[in-house]
């Protein structure tokens, strides 16, 4: 009785053990960002009619560089790599991004960013828009 009492818990110590280093092994999904609204508030607007098109930009911005004046037609959604980045709208409603922060950036609304940080800003940034519109116009 014993025996096979040591045996169990041997399998227990056996099988928790691999479930263990499957978890380490495991994926892990963490939502960045889900959301219908701009950093903003404001409701994010209809998916325009016409042919999809994705875009997937990385953009580098020096330190001390202030991007120009510029709104998105399309809804686009980013990830800040690294650095930091403040985005300013027109109305001076401001955000104050890290490296890690994701960002669901306004739509038809005037802004900019600029990298007041010591070193480089990078993020990600992916548009959904369609074909033969653009995603970014400067004033």
Not at 52 to 65: A, N
Not at 104 to 132: C, L, R, S, T
Request: hydrophobic letters at 40%; charged letters at 20%.
């Amino acid at each position: 009785m014993l025996k096979k009492f040591l045996c169990g818990i041997g399998l227990i110590l056996f099988l928790t053990g691999n479930v263990w280093a499957q978890e380490e092994n495991a994926v892990s999904v963490d939502v960045l960002a889900k959301t219908g609204v701009s950093w903003d508030g404001m409701a994010l607007p209809n998916y325009p009619q016409g042919k999809p098109e994705v875009t997937i930009l990385r953009i580098k911005i020096p330190p001390k560089v202030q991007l120009p004046l510029h709104q998105h037609p399309v809804i686009n959604a980013g990830v800040l790599l690294k650095g930091e980045l403040t985005v300013v709208t027109k109305n001076k409603e401001t955000l104050h991004l890290k490296a890690g922060d994701s960002i669901i950036e306004v739509v038809d609304k005037w802004h900019y960013g600029k990298n007041e940080g010591n070193g480089p800003a990078e993020i990600i940034v992916f548009y959904a828009g369609v074909q033969g519109t653009p995603i970014t116009v400067k004033k």
